[in-house]
């Protein structure tokens, strides 16, 4: 949807399901779902190649001491480059406006959703709404799509409702044939009546990886600073996310992460995702910005039985104390992997994940996290963890901001050179 025919990607899609034999063996649908930003004026566009990933393709200012001939020669690049950088910006707005065109029209209804129909053997779809840059592309991609490398995409998930229902509920009518279901990034009002619950939780019923990633649309942005995260996502707490997971009674990998730019709270409680569901077969959770209680959490992973990888990240404890959890997770559970990421947080106190063991640092510049310690505590068998007075790495002080340990110990350059450089 780069071109100036935006429209290119969808008739290939539907050019493929028309095809009596390709479509047959179609299993993986990739979308993405990317909406180019409304830049204003070519100044603002300019401003892209200021970021880090772009500087050196502006020509850069010689030093103070430079020669006649290098400064007149810098004048005439920029002169260039600024030149160059109006005519990008003029494709850019025709990109934009053939967007958004195909936007505003049935493109989707009439392409994509008799498309996803005809292919009998779907079983994943990748909704994608990230910014990318060219780097991590496919030369394919650019040569058919490009429009350069400065690409800046529209933060707002409004349409990745609709982009979502035209994937598993074309035409009103749920995949059951969906076995997996990525989303980055997705606007929670997808699940907050935007269609009716019973259509979503009979296209979530055969899920086995579900991989959710929720960001609000940018009209409900302003109100995370002032209102908190929890009353802008209180919406999901309505049940019908919480329902459509109980019905992938099939669930073997479930994440559910909220992505805003920042961390702003507990978006929501833990009890309105996962409700009292279980599922035999899960094997990874990863949840992250959620509130929940001790017992709560330690009961939501007992009950699956098949749990084996944990990957949490700013959980806050309503009701407990996260030294007592994560020593009652070491007994109760049966982990291959916990990771923690973030902080995990409760009424006493904050843990951050990523400060390392001062002590391994002193010795030799050993960068040993706090996540990495939890991990060996929480999976690790071990006799001591019988005794009462057990070592807990929350509690242990010899972790440390990593960066007030370097200003302190050393090394103190990263050109350092030396055997003993951590860089």
Known sequence: MWTHRPCRSLQ??????????????????????????????????????????????????????????????????????????????????????????????????????????????????????????????????LQTFAVDCAMPVDHDTKHTKCQLEHLILPRGNPLKTLQSLEVHVLSP????????????????????????????????????????????YAGLSKGILRDAL????????????????????????????????????????????????????????????????????????????WPHTVNRMQKELKLETFYAHGILEDNERMYSMHLINADFYMDDFARFTLSEALDIYICEESEEYDSEDVYNPLLDDAFADPEELREEFGPFSDDDGSDMDCD
Request: aromatic share 10%; net charge positive; glycine share 4%.
């Open 12 to 141: 290939r899609l539907h050019s493929i399901a028309s095809h009596d034999v390709f479509r047959k063996h179609v299993d993986t649908l990739v979308f993405e779902g990317n909406i180019l930003a409304n830049v204003g004026c070519e100044h603002s566009y300019a401003a892209h190649y200021d970021l880090e990933h772009h500087k050196d393709e502006k020509p850069q200012a010689p030093p103070r001491n430079c020669t006649p001939r290098e400064r007149r020669l810098y004048e005439r690049n920029l002169v260039k480059f600024n030149a160059n950088i109006l005519k990008k910006y003029e494709y850019y707005r025709r990109v934009y406006d053939a967007q958004q065109t195909v936007i505003a029209s049935s493109a989707y209804s009439d392409l994509v959703a008799p498309s996803i129909l005809r292919f009998p053997k779907v079983n994943k779809i990748v909704l994608s709404t990230v910014g990318r840059c060219k780097h991590v592309l496919s030369e394919r991609f």
């Open 189 to 232: 009002k997808f699940f907050m009546g935007f269609q009716p619950a019973a259509k979503i939780v009979e296209a979530f019923r055969n899920l086995r990886r579900i991989d959710l990633n929720f960001r609000l649309e940018k009209d409900e942005r302003p109100d995370l600073e002032f209102m908190g995260a929890d009353f802008c």
């Open 246 to 321: 109980a019905a992938a009674t099939e669930l073997e990998d479930l994440t559910i992460n909220f992505d805003d730019f920042g961390y702003y709270g507990s978006c929501i409680n833990v009890k309105h995702i996962l409700g009292d569901s279980s599922w035999p077969k899960l094997k990874e959770l990863d949840i992250d910005c959620m509130s929940t209680s001790q017992d709560y959490l330690l009961n939501v992973m007992k009950r699956q039985r098949a749990l084996r990888r944990v990957r949490l990240g700013f959980i806050m404890l309503d009701v407990g104390l």
